[in-house]
């Protein structure tokens, strides 16, 4: 039932998305509770995903619309 809920393609597996690390102030490294510093593109066999640490693609923009585009007089 998880996995139908969970898409595992739609994220990254690295340690920025990992509940066990935060990053750091300066944003270059994530402190581990397990590891300790590491790199934020690495991934460790502790790794467990928290959603609300991945920061989310950008919406496409929208092109804008022409009211001819609409008109049904022929």
Do not use: Q, T, W
């Not at 139908?4 to 994530?30: F, H, I, Q």
């Not at 467990?48 to 009211?67: C, F, G, H, I, T």
């Amino acid at each position: 039932m998880k996995s139908e809920l969970l898409n595992k393609n739609a994220y990254e597996a690295v340690c920025r998305n990992c509940k066990n690390g935060r990053l750091s102030p300066d944003g270059e490294n994530v402190l581990c509770v397990k590891k300790g510093i590491v790199d934020p593109d690495g991934k460790c066999r502790r790794y467990s995903y928290d959603p609300l640490k991945r920061v989310p693609r950008r919406m496409p923009s929208v092109r804008e619309v022409n009211p001819e585009d609409f008109d049904l007089n022929i």
